[in-house]
């Protein structure tokens, strides 16, 4: 009789998770079909590794995939035991002693939950920690705006159109609105500043249409263009009219103005660094909720085995894709240099391309993490949401919820 038996495995846990049976179904079936004594313990011992009917047969039928399955099987190897004759049969030992391992794992609940989708969260943990350091400057920041508006002095604020500035992008523009807390002539002065560059531009779009129009080809294409500069107009007479209300008023309105202003500001530098704390509360508690979720029987790990895989395949991907995108970005050099060589000389200038270099390089880098992050932090809510659903039985809860809710609707 030729029994096959296979060497057991170094590592059992991964064995059973990839559904590893040490012995051959096969013999097992012409055992059962045989004139051995054991013929009719071997006919249980059959019908347990083969307990999900209408499919083919195989080795990774064996394991059970329900509570169900797992408790006919323990029935149907209890049969096989009563039903052993020969008590030297040492196969018949070995295949009972290795499907009661397989049985034993299946009904019992085991660690399921992935490091690497661990160590992406985390990261994403200490990349919010940075934000939220940041956004709290920022709150600190527009705060210091607000206080430097209240301790603004009174001062006489009216301004004259003629002698207001154009806005523009330059260096006294810029110091208006870097500088435009310091006081209410500064504050003022930047908002008329704004005001009179949107009229500028209003009329110099208004004046193109109008130009336009007047060579317009057809009729229409003269009606649409008139139109248009005339809606150009009423716009730079909106901004006029902004200009002055603006420097009609008084101190205390322009200090209120500011105020609201920075105020709005101080409000969404809060809102922010309140999301950006949100989600770091929200993942310091997933983390060890989804460890908790991710503690299936292991009937269960072998129903979603190709779930399982194919989950830890993207999230290998991920880090396999990030590690490429950082390596590569870590063979660009910061700077590139040319070296000119003369008679008695050695000159060393720049490239050209450093610039694209940095930005090449900066672009993979935060690629590579926001990948790792993005993935890590998506699997683990997926993972968590089904594993508490899947992997625990709510009802006992649900009972009790709905019995509380009854008796104080009641009460």
């Known amino acids: 009789m030729v029994q096959n038996q296979s060497p057991p495995p170094k590592n059992s846990n991964k064995a059973r998770r990839s559904g590893y049976l040490s012995f051959d179904i096969g013999e097992v079936k012409r055992l059962s079909e045989s004139d051995s004594p054991n013929a009719e313990a071997y006919g249980y011992l059959y019908q347990a590794v083969t307990t999900q009917p209408g499919t083919p047969k195989g080795i990774n039928d064996v394991y059970p995939q329900t ?24 196969y018949f030992d070995f295949c009972v002693a290795d499907l009661e391992a397989v049985l034993d794992w299946s009904s019992h609940r085991h660690w399921n939950f992935q490091w690497q989708v661990i160590l992406g969260v985390i990261l994403t943990l200490l990349f919010l920690s940075w934000r939220a350091d940041r956004k709290q400057k920022d709150v600190d920041m527009n705060q210091e705006l607000v206080s430097a508006v209240e301790a603004w002095a009174p001062a006489d604020t009216t301004l004259n159109w003629d002698e207001t500035p154009l806005y523009d992008y330059d260096p006294i523009s810029s110091a208006m609105i870097r500088d435009g807390h310091q006081s209410p002539i500064s504050y003022k002065l930047y908002n008329l500043y704004m005001q009179k560059h949107y009229y500028a531009s209003s009329m110099e779009y208004a004046e193109d249409y109008a130009a336009r129009a007047d060579t317009a080809s057809t009729a229409d294409i003269r009606k649409r263009l008139e139109k248009s500069a005339e809606e150009s107009r009423a716009s730079a007479r909106e901004h006029r009219e902004e200009f002055d209300r603006i420097n009609g008023m008084d101190f205390k309105e322009i200090q209120k103005m500011a105020l609201h202003e920075y105020g709005v500001w101080v409000e969404g530098a809060e809102r922010g660094r309140r999301a950006v704390r949100g989600w770091s509360i929200f993942f310091i508690i997933l983390i060890p909720l989804y460890i908790f979720a991710e503690r299936p029987y292991g009937y269960t ?12 395949g993207i999230s290998k991907l991920a880090f396999a894709l990030g590690a490429m995108m950082y390596g590569s970005a870590s063979a660009i050099p910061w700077l590139e240099t ?16 450093n610039a694209p270099r940095m930005v090449m390089k900066l672009v993979l880098y935060a690629a590579a993490f926001a990948l790792i992050c993005v993935v890590s932090c ?28 009854s008796a104080n609707r009641k009460g």
Do not use: C, F, H
Request: aromatic content about 4%.
């Open 67 to 90: 509570a169900q399955e797992t408790a006919q099987m323990q029935a149907l190897l209890q049969k096989a035991k009563d039903a052993r004759a020969d008590k030297s049969d040492s």
């Open 301 to 312: 790990i072998t129903r979603t085995r190709a779930e399982s895989e194919t989950l830890s």
């Open 338 to 353: 040319i070296i000119s060589r003369g008679d008695d000389s050695e000159t060393t200038e720049d490239a050209g391309t």
């Open 378 to 405: 998506l699997l683990m809510i997926y993972m968590t949401a089904v594993g508490l659903w899947r992997n625990y039985d709510w009802t006992p809860v649900l009972a009790k919820v709905k019995a509380a809710a």
